[in-house]
């Protein structure tokens, strides 16, 4: 099969890499990808909200499946794009239509969807830039800390936690009143703040039946002991030794088949991943969030501990028969280690040079912000997350202390890393 990926992160890679391993791949693209999948497969250049840019690639490469990693394109409705064009419908795209990605695209919509189904979560309200004063006068009604969350789509910054109810009514300010994030803080939640600890659990689904992938929990604050700013990933681990086999009939019996009954019974159709942001309360999931695609950096950590054909179980969504499938997963740790630019998540400087790639290393180096030197055919880093690094070994210290070692190996300018991935769990 010709199979073309829409990404450029670390996700992308580690998905890529794990397809290219598949005996069924005949050729393998990437759009627009970065220097590590331009090893795994072939690049191109293509604009991920050209949808039009992205039909004509298809047709004219004879491509037979669609691969969506990122939200924003799920978001905007490329699923739809695809299946209203009569040359393109044939071509499955995996990956949510609009409708199911506005469990991602809009908070308030998942959170109504959850409480439709009885699904647990935290308590919440939604308020629009007119109901400012309300929002300011349910805050009073609540306890800090307070979780105010931009509605739509915002890079992953619409999240805030503030302590007080000072920070709280600044944030109702900017988010809501000089629309900080523009159309995603059209509206705002506010929600109850659950202490626990978090986790990532991901499902892929036809829409019907669902297969169940190995749980991570990833590293969000760029400094050790999660201080500092909120970034994209700075690492993550799998599997997670609290999600034990009683925590994950909880999370399935609770919370992931409710969701796929509310999606049927809602009539809205589902064709690929599920990403449930669950939090532990006493023993107990509750969920934070959905996503309608996998993690980042959680995909690093979870594609090498899956064992089996990951464009068999693709097919098999496509098919809509996914019933009865199986995934073999290795019972070893993964633990990735992120390398990022200095200053990131705030403003880093691009193009600086990555020494070190060309070793062997007893771990795998996913690509996330690399580009090639067009002038020297060099890799240079081109984002704020550079290298996702991950080891694979039967007990987490190990495969930590691999990442580590391989991480120290690895120089460019400025290369930053958080040195305390994983210690929570010992």
Known sequence: MNILLLGSGGREHAIAWKLSRSAGIRKLYIAPGNAGTGITGINVDLDLRDFQEIRRFVLENDIDMV??????????????????????????????????????GSKDFAKAFMQRHGIPTAAYRTFTASEASAAREFLRSMKPPY????????????????????????????????????KASEKLVIEEFLSGIELSVFILTDGQSWVLLPEAKDYKRIGEGDTGLNT???????????????????VKINIIQPTIDGLIKENIPYRGFIFFGLINVNNNPYVIEYNVRMGDPETESVMPRIK????????????????????????????TVVLV???????????????????????????????????????????GRVLAITSVAPELKEALALSYST???????????????????F
């Open 67 to 104: 691969i969506v990693g990122p939200e924003e394109p799920l978001v905007n409705g490329i699923v739809d794009f695809f299946e209203a064009d009569e040359l393109t419908r044939v071509i499955p795209v995996i990956g949510p239509a609009k409708s199911a990605a506005r469990l991602e």
């Open 407 to 425: 991480a120290s190996e690895i120089s460019y300018k400025g290369k930053t890393l958080r040195r305390d991935i994983g210690f929570d769990l």
């Open 308 to 335: 089996s054909d990951l464009l068999d179980l693709f097919i098999k969504v496509a098919e809509k028969n996914l019933a009865g499938a199986t995934l073999e997963i290795s019972e070893d740790t993964a633990a």
């Open 147 to 182: 979780v105010l969350k931009a509605d739509g789509l915002a890079a992953g910054k619409g999240v805030v936690i503030c302590t007080n109810l000072a920070e709280a009514d600044q944030e109702i300010t900017e988010m809501l009143e000089k629309a900080r994030f523009g």
């Open 341 to 383: 630019s200095e200053g990131y998540p705030g403003t880093y400087e691009k193009g600086a040079l990555i020494e070190g790639l060309d070793k062997n290393y007893p771990s795998q180096l996913f690509h996330a912000g690399t580009t090639v030197n067009d002038q020297h055919g060099e890799v240079v880093t081109s984002g």
């Open 232 to 250: 994209g990933g700075m690492g993550s681990v799998s599997p997670v030794p609290f999600a034990d086999e009683e925590f994950m009939e909880k």
